[in-house]
């Protein structure tokens, strides 16, 4: 089989998080690979388990990503080929962006293309969410195609609206694990979802390196949070539902490690390291939080300014939600979702709905419990109804979800306007 010769430059695109450790999400210093495959800073990884005491999930060798860990502190030894690739990336960022020359080098064979290399990590994203898209399209065509047959054949068209389940697999762009089912139609819709989450990512890591980055430069570098006083204003009249306005907080038991909260818990933000909050069964593995109020009769209203945040969802979930698992995702849990490519969603029951709408500034959150109606507003001069659901389940908290690899992004919950 022919091999790269010694002299030959292959590009290589790679962004920032594919070489970011995910506990101090910088770029991995003396990585060190668990047995599980995951690599970390050395030192994070014994901040963490120093910190934690109990480790991660209760197991004091856990990995902080996939819980696994053995019962004895493992070896931790230096991937060189990480710690390599990784001061590359560093020498590479720090070049400058146009006009660059190869490094040198004692092979005159060996000639880098650096401009190349920089310009391609966005198309590359693109080109590989159009070909998801395609395959998507194809999958999609399938599933028609046997659908149809097994219609005709046992009348059996109940199966085109059963819902599928999600991994709720957050912050990396992994390969999913194809679930096995014993029907091939619902390998099928595994696999198209699977797909569909993977194109979210890369639309939403093209987004996250290009687009929005607009939203968030505005916020001063001393505070990963702006305070209310600091925030440009919005144009606001007395809000209709006035009347039923609450004003919840966060609840600091359920608050994701990759979260922190401001002094009057009603501005969180993604923070720009792991935080070491003891471990508990009631906090969120993925960058989650739910609010302490319990709702449980009545009519119920409140607003979040979603301005400063370019990956987001908003709803209500019961205080039983699966901690491992995204808003909208479980039966007891219904949201609106942005995810930064120009689409917003709706999840309820398991099921999304996309929303012909642009990314509202502050949704407003409309509860009546009597009813049990659930509704979301873009709120402005003039409110506009974004989705309306049934819920069923009570009581219901206010519940949040922020993209956990945009460290400063956040969420406020607003004084409503009376």
């Known amino acids: 089989m022919a091999g790269v010769g010694l002299g030959a430059a292959v590009p290589v695109w790679l962004c920032e998080e594919d070489l970011a450790c995910v506990i101090c999400q910088g770029l991995l210093d003396w990585p060190a690979t668990l047995p599980c495959g995951h690599s970390f800073c050395r030192e994070c990884l014994a901040s963490l388990w120093g910190a934690q005491f109990k480790g991660v999930a ?3 060798w856990a990995c902080p990503t996939c819980r696994e860990g053995p019962e004895t502190q493992p070896a931790l030894r230096k991937n060189t080929l990480l710690q390599d690739l990784a001061d590359k990336f560093r020498r590479a960022a720090q070049e400058p962006e146009a006009g660059l020359e190869p490094a040198p080098s004692t092979s005159p064979r060996r000639i880098a293309q650096p401009v190349a290399v920089q310009k391609s990590t966005t198309q590359v994203a693109q080109e590989l969410t ?3 898209q395609q395959l998507v399209d194809i999958v999609k065509n399938l599933q028609k ?4 047959s097994e219609s005709r054949r046992d009348n059996n068209w109940i199966l085109w609206h059963m819902p599928v389940s999600f991994s709720g697999a957050e912050h990396s762009l992994i390969l999913p694990k194809l679930v096995t089912s014993n029907t091939s139609e619902e390998k099928i819709s595994d696999i198209l979802h699977d797909l569909e989450e993977i194109q979210e990512k890369l639309q939403g890591n093209v987004t996250c390196k290009d687009g929005p980055a607009e939203h968030i430069q505005e916020m001063p570098s001393s505070s990963s ?3 209310p006083d600091q925030r440009c204003s919005v144009p ?9 306005a609450i004003s919840p907080t966060f609840d600091l038991r359920s608050l994701s490690c990759s979260l922190e909260v401001s002094n009057n818990c009603r501005t969180v933000t993604v923070s720009r390291c792991l935080q070491s909050y003891s471990w508990s069964p009631e906090r969120f593995l993925i960058s989650q939080v739910l609010c302490s109020q319990a709702l449980s009769s009545g009519k119920k209203y409140w607003e979040v300014d979603t301005r400063y945040c370019n990956h987001w969802a908003v709803g209500v979930a019961s205080w039983g939600m699966s901690r491992h698992q995204m808003l909208g995702r479980t039966v007891d849990s219904w949201c609106i979702e942005w995810k930064g490519t120009g689409r917003l969603s709706a999840w309820a029951m398991m099921k999304k709905t996309d929303l012909d709408s642009d990314c509202p500034e502050v949704v407003g959150i409309w509860l ?11 709120v402005g001069n003039q409110d506009r109804l974004l989705y309306e659901c049934e819920v069923s389940a009570s009581p219901l908290h206010p519940a949040f979800w922020l993209y956990g690899l945009s460290p400063g992004n956040s969420l406020e919950i607003k004084q409503v306007k009376t």
């Open 58 to 60: 209760g197991r004091a």
């Open 130 to 132: 159009e070909l998801v």
């Open 145 to 148: 195609q046997i659908l149809s």
């Open 225 to 227: 949070c702006l305070l």
């Open 236 to 244: 606001r009249r007395a809000s209709q539902f006035a009347l039923w």
């Open 368 to 378: 009546d419990l009597e009813a049990r109606k659930l509704a979301f507003y873009s």
